[in-house]
């Protein structure tokens, strides 16, 4: 479990929490994390072959960084020395690394365990790498973010990143057997209410071993019903600005494309639950509507607009039905992103004929000069034309024609390339005429 509770000086006789009673005492004992430290996990790995780098443990809160940091200097053998990235400034990695550079000299070896190391600044980050370098300092760090965003690419460079995974129901439920073994007896609780326990959890083993300590202390056996109302249901990890927020979005967005209605409400519901700003999320939907959708369903946009419009005028929690009223139209509208690869070829498309001008017979000609020099000359008013269409060229005169717009067999797309089909016929006969 994540080493939260030390209490250096503390008396061994001292009451301990049960999260610390129950850390790990060796890696093999460390829950929930075999593709690290199983047999062929990565990190085992390392740790046989004897060449251990600097390592940045990337993973949600509760699943065993600082317990492992802690038993890697153990089994290698490295003094253990833990700071907090929120506490520590300056002068304090000063000393860190004075201190580990007298504990070199006289043989010992540092592992420099780093929890939040993320929120270290660019300069402060920085600091580390020459005392990585010549081997004063083991760095382990620990973050909630993701290091590729959050941490500086020379530090990358010289650690690598490795990925702790939320605790599984099977393995907090071996966590909560652990638990009562230790305490001699079962949870109070009726096989449902453990199951809703375990769900209560989160894939958060602290958190899981907190609420067992509360419930360790009622004397019935309580009901799923009984022990919701006793314990505070925990609030589900998001925020805003990290990277919940951005993979929360991001299962929404791939919901919605993937015509999956309730898989997108579901994580419409997570995000709102989460706090999210409900105006985020109508702008980011309208976004799909015209990225994912586009014409294929011209009247997504419309919900779109109109349920933020709703959202506006009602505010929440009522404003936040029209959204999800949205999401479900956009989920089961037909799907087509033409229209978007459409823009990004003709993007592409005039960043590389960015300086060839119009042809002259599309140009207005308001002066006789311009009339002289041909502005407007042979162009063929549409309207006036067979079908009401010349089929003259309107790209610049040394570019070959584009075609960018290719509309899919769905929805109102459907149309839109028989349409597309039936001037590219004509075109081309006038083009032979």
């Keep these: 479990m994540a080493d939260l509770f030390d209490q250096p000086g503390a008396s061994s006789s001292a009451p301990r929490p049960l999260a610390d009673r129950l850390r790990p005492a060796k890696l093999a004992d460390v829950i929930g994390q075999a593709h690290l430290l199983g047999k062929g996990g990565s990190l085992r790995t390392m740790l046989d072959g004897g060449n251990l780098p600097s390592l940045v443990f990337w993973g949600p809160p509760g699943v065993g960084k600082t317990t492992i940091a802690r038993l890697l200097a153990d089994e290698t053998d490295l003094h253990f020395v833990q700071i907090s ?3 520590t400034g300056v002068p304090e990695l000063r000393k860190v690394f004075e201190a580990a550079r007298i504990r070199r ?22 600091g580390f790498l020459p005392h990585m370098e010549d081997g004063t300092i083991l760095l382990v760090g ?54 809703q326990l375990l769900d209560m959890a989160d894939g958060d083993g602290r958190a899981l ?44 967005h791939k919901s919605v494309r993937g015509s999956d209605p309730d898989a997108a ?14 105006r985020y999320l109508a702008r980011r939907i309208t976004r799909m509507a015209v990225e994912d959708i586009g014409l294929a369903d011209p009247a997504a946009q419309r919900q779109c607009l109109d349920a933020w419009e709703t959202y506006e005028r009602l505010g929440s929690p009522e404003g936040e039905l029209a959204l999800a009223q949205a999401v479900l139209y956009l989920a089961l509208a037909p799907k087509s992103n033409a229209a978007y690869a459409a823009y990004k070829n003709a993007l592409a498309a005039a960043r590389k004929f960015g300086s060839e001008p119009p042809p002259k017979h599309i140009l207005n000609a308001p002066t006789g000069m311009m009339r002289d020099q041909g502005f ?22 040394t570019m070959k024609r584009g075609i960018y717009y290719l509309p899919v067999e769905r929805g109102h797309e459907r149309e839109l390339k028989k349409r597309l089909d039936y001037f590219a016929k004509l075109r081309s006969q006038r083009n032979k005429g």
Excluded: C
């Design 142 to 195: 620990a973050t909630t973010e993701n290091p590729s965003f959050e941490l500086n690419a020379a530090l990358l460079s010289r650690a690598q990143v490795l990925v702790l995974n939320r605790l599984e129901p099977k393995a907090l439920e071996q966590l909560a057997a652990r638990a009562e073994k230790d305490m001699g007896r079962a949870l109070p609780l009726k096989p449902e209410a453990r199951s």
């Design 376 to 397: 407007g000359a042979g162009y063929e008013y549409d309207h006036d034309a067979e079908a009401g269409f010349s089929g003259q060229n309107y790209f610049p005169e």
């Design 209 to 252: 071993l907190n609420l067992m300590e509360q419930i360790f202390t009622w004397k019935d056996v309580a009901s799923p019903e009984e022990m919701a109302k006793r314990l505070a249901r925990r609030a589900a990890k998001y925020d805003k600005s990290g990277d919940e927020h951005y993979n929360l979005i991001s299962a929404l």
């Design 85 to 87: 990235a929120i506490f």
């Design 105 to 126: 000299q006289n043989g010992k070896g540092t592992l420099l365990f780093v929890d939040e190391i993320h929120r270290f600044n660019k300069a402060q980050q920085d």
């Design 265 to 278: 409400l579901y994580w419409l519901a997570r995000m709102l639950t989460g706090g999210e700003d409900p």
